[in-house]
């Protein structure tokens, strides 16, 4: 009986992570709509790439959960993610799986490195020691080492000595091993690598990122060697930056944001690094969902270094991972990079991520959408699947912006309600202007009423 209760769970959990793989995508955010994979650290090991992060629940009050998720993608086709592994526990799950004696505190950003042929997660507990765990395989699970174990007499400040607040590791060129942590202030040290845990003596560095403005430290300390140069990506609050060195041990030169949170998007925390795929450079990171700056999904951006090795700043958009946004199949809008005048993305459902509470002057903006087709006909076909809500309105579409010296008015939707809540979904529909061409797209909210107009959750486009 126990062991077809245990082929059963097995087979449950193989069925799951199919699905998952099967579900994941391409567009921001790039992992299932369901998952929520903050502080995301990619690795690539072999011909694959590995996402370890903390792991938010949708909708809640507090940030992390008791538990690490690996994700991972094969490097030639980024479009189909998969969940590697529950990888790590600080609390007994439903199976009795706990993997740290000491506390049963949430898991915070994790990084993971290769050494030997092994996998090392290191890992942050609120308010308890952090430490060390090992996998012979880079999706884990992972099986704890150590705490991290410091010197005599050495700082042991439990703020952020002993919990190893967001740690980010480097294994350099010559074996050596750097751990980089903080929160509000930085500091390094330098790994025994023949333990991966034990704090060499003489190695602690404290502000390895200078207090001095422009720099401001915050908290998610990314190390990465790109050539000869040693990067930390850090967050600036809600800007992601970035500080170059020759050494692993600094001195930190500035050198600019990356990319940032809550620019026309609700704000919050950032935090990511670098990764090179296929020979292009992209930064992960996270943005935030459902009313909360605790609910935050995986996201991707393609980066470019300037021959100085230097980085532009880029924008936050809905392609992620892909070469292009169809407007031609369905939509649904939790790809939305652009949310302004208090409308957010939430959960319903597992499979429903609307964008809702949109009334007078909201916005909802994605970027970009490839419009190029054989067809020449001047008029467009508009749909879109709507709840609605107490207050009539128009829900105008734009491109390029929202803004007429900037952007170009296509079309309206009339969107007629009867003054009351809306359970059920339907559908809207219009005819708009021919669009060609790639361009940013954008929904405006006009009502001369009181009130939400409606929820949305998904459109396309199609050729008349």
């Given at each position: 009986?126990?062991?077809?209760?245990?082929?059963?769970?097995?087979?449950?959990?193989?069925?799951?992570?199919?699905?998952?793989?099967?579900?994941?995508?391409?567009?921001?955010?790039?992992?299932?709509?369901?998952?929520?994979?903050?502080?995301?650290?990619?690795?690539?090991?072999?011909?694959?790439?590995?996402?370890?992060?903390?792991?938010?629940?949708?909708?809640?009050?507090?940030?992390?959960?008791?538990?690490?998720?690996?994700?991972?993608?094969?490097?030639?086709?980024?479009?189909?993610?998969?969940?590697?592994?529950?990888?790590?526990?600080?609390?007994?799950?439903?199976?009795?799986?706990?993997?740290?004696?000491?506390?049963?505190?949430?898991?915070?950003?994790?990084?993971?490195?290769?050494?030997?042929?092994?996998?090392?997660?290191?890992?942050?507990?609120?308010?308890?020691?952090?430490?060390?765990?090992?996998?012979?395989?880079?999706?884990?699970?992972?099986?704890?080492?150590?705490?991290?174990?410091?010197?005599?007499?050495?700082?042991?400040?439990?703020?952020?000595?002993?919990?190893?607040?967001?740690?980010?590791?480097?294994?350099?060129?010559?074996?050596?091993?750097?751990?980089?942590?903080?929160?509000?202030?930085?500091?390094?040290?330098?790994?025994?690598?023949?333990?991966?845990?034990?704090?060499?003596?003489?190695?602690?560095?404290?502000?390895?990122?200078?207090?001095?403005?422009?720099?401001?430290?915050?908290?998610?300390?990314?190390?990465?060697?790109?050539?000869?140069k040693y990067y930390m990506i850090y967050a600036d609050g809600g800007l992601m930056v970035y500080a170059t060195s020759y050494s692993?041990?600094?001195?930190f030169k500035y050198g600019g944001v990356i990319v940032r949170n809550g620019r026309d998007y609700p704000g919050g925390n950032i935090?990511?690094?670098?990764?090179?795929?296929?020979?292009?450079?992209?930064?992960?990171?996270?943005?935030?969902?459902?009313?909360?700056?605790?609910?935050?999904?995986?996201?991707?951006?393609?980066?470019?270094?300037?021959?100085?090795?230097?980085?532009?700043?880029?924008?936050?958009?809905?392609?992620?991972?892909?070469?292009?946004?169809?407007?031609?199949?369905?939509?649904?809008?939790?790809?939305?990079?652009?949310?302004?005048?208090?409308?957010?993305?939430?959960?319903?459902?597992?499979?429903?991520?609307?964008?809702?509470?949109?009334?007078?002057?909201?916005v909802i903006g994605f970027k970009y959408y490839d419009f190029t087709s054989p067809s020449k006909s001047e008029k467009t076909q508009?749909?879109?699947?709507?709840?609605?809500?107490?207050?009539?309105?128009?829900?105008?579409?734009?491109?390029?912006?929202?803004?007429?010296?900037?952007?170009?008015?296509?079309?309206?939707?009339?969107?007629?309600?009867?003054?009351?809540?809306?359970?059920?979904?339907?559908?809207?529909?219009?005819?708009?202007?021919?669009?060609?061409?790639?361009?940013?797209?954008?929904?405006?909210?006009?009502?001369?009423?009181?009130?939400?107009?409606?929820?949305?959750?998904?459109?396309?486009?199609?050729?008349?």
């Amino acid at each position: 009986m126990k062991n077809t209760f245990r082929l059963s769970r097995i087979c449950c959990l193989l069925f799951l992570i199919l699905f998952m793989s099967i579900a994941a995508s391409a567009q921001n955010p790039f992992l299932p709509a369901w998952e929520y994979i903050p502080d995301g650290e990619p690795r690539v090991f072999g011909d694959r790439v590995y996402l370890y992060g903390s792991h938010d629940k949708a909708g809640s009050k507090t940030f992390c959960d008791t538990k690490h998720v690996v994700w991972s993608a094969a490097l030639n086709d980024l479009t189909n993610w998969r969940m590697e592994s529950e990888s790590f526990f600080s609390k007994a799950d439903e199976k009795g799986i706990d993997d740290i004696p000491w506390s049963d505190n949430d898991l915070y950003a994790p990084d993971v490195i290769e050494k030997g042929g092994k996998y090392y997660l290191y890992f942050y507990i609120t308010g308890a020691p952090g430490g060390v765990a090992v996998s012979d395989k880079p999706g884990g699970p992972f099986k704890l080492v150590s705490q991290y174990k410091t010197p005599v007499g050495m700082h042991d400040s439990l703020t952020n000595w002993k919990q190893f607040i967001d740690p980010g590791v480097l294994v350099d060129d010559d074996g050596r091993v750097y751990i980089y942590c903080g929160y509000l202030w930085s500091f390094m040290a330098e790994l025994n690598p023949d333990n991966m845990y034990e704090v060499l003596p003489n190695t602690y560095q404290r502000n390895i990122i200078p207090v001095t403005p422009p720099f401001n430290f915050f908290e998610a300390a990314s190390p990465r060697k790109i050539n000869d140069k040693y990067y930390m990506i850090y967050a600036d609050g809600g800007l992601m930056v970035y500080a170059t060195s020759y050494s692993p041990r600094g001195p930190f030169k500035y050198g600019g944001v990356i990319v940032r949170n809550g620019r026309d998007y609700p704000g919050g925390n950032i935090h990511g690094s670098l990764m090179q795929i296929n020979g292009q450079w992209y930064i992960f990171y996270h943005r935030m969902t459902n009313n909360t700056i605790m609910s935050r999904k995986a996201c991707v951006e393609k980066v470019h270094f300037e021959p100085d090795g230097s980085i532009k700043e880029v924008d936050m958009t809905s392609m992620g991972f892909a070469e292009k946004l169809d407007p031609y199949k369905e939509n649904s809008t939790y790809i939305a990079c652009v949310l302004t005048g208090g409308n957010y993305i939430t959960e319903i459902d597992s499979f429903t991520h609307p964008v809702i509470k949109n009334k007078h002057n909201c916005v909802i903006g994605f970027k970009y959408y490839d419009f190029t087709s054989p067809s020449k006909s001047e008029k467009t076909q508009f749909k879109a699947s709507i709840r609605g809500n107490v207050a009539s309105g128009k829900m105008e579409i734009w491109i390029d912006s929202t803004d007429p010296t900037r952007g170009t008015f296509v079309g309206t939707v009339d969107i007629k309600n009867e003054g009351k809540v809306e359970t059920a979904w339907r559908e809207i529909s219009a005819k708009v202007d021919n669009i060609t061409g790639v361009h940013g797209l954008y929904f405006k909210f006009i009502s001369e009423e009181d009130g939400i107009i409606c929820d949305l959750k998904s459109f396309r486009f199609s050729k008349l």
